[in-house]
């Protein structure tokens, strides 16, 4: 049990360092934001980040200038080079407005309930699939 807290504190320790490492990489000042205010911290924009990379299975490099495995330091990050970084910021915007416009106008809601994502869509893809698709799939699953 021992040897089991301890191996729980040590990859712990590990992973708190890679992150630090990580963060160390990315510039303190941010150029070329269209939709994050321009005094988000350093640790919400990653934070940002992060969700995108989880939601759509990628990496910085899906909207960001740079080489897959490159330290971050050589991203060029305020680059608009990338059509994937404005259609980023087009989704955001439209999450945005179903967020705070539509979603708030359904009877029961009460601003509390379901908020769309981008894991709503993408479901940890770059490319989301169509809903009719993913419903033909799950009826041939079924039929198994």
């Known amino acids: 049990m021992r040897s089991m807290v301890r191996y729980v504190i040590l990859f712990s320790c ?8 990580g ?5 303190d000042e941010f150029k070329n934001l269209m939709v994050f205010p321009k005094d ?11 969700n995108f990379s989880i939601s759509l299975g990628v990496r910085c490099n899906f909207c960001h200038v740079g080489e897959e495995g490159a330290p971050l ?11 994937t ?3 980023a910021r087009i ?15 359904i009877q029961h ?3 509390g309930g379901i908020q769309v994502d981008c894991s ?6 770059g490319h989301p699939a169509k809903a009719e698709d993913i419903l033909a799939d799950l009826m041939k699953k079924m039929k198994k």
């Open 14 to 21: 590990l992973g708190l360092f890679a992150t630090a490492l």
């Open 73 to 83: 330091s050589s991203f060029d990050f305020p680059s608009d080079e990338k059509p």
């Open 40 to 50: 988000i911290s350093k640790d919400e924009l990653i934070a940002n980040m992060k």
């Open 109 to 111: 809601h009460e601003g």
């Open 120 to 125: 709503t869509c993408h479901r940890g893809t």
């Open 91 to 105: 989704m955001l915007r439209m999450k945005k407005e179903i967020n705070d416009t539509f979603l708030k106008q």
């Open 85 to 87: 970084k404005n259609t």
């Open 23 to 27: 963060t160390a990489q990315i510039p």
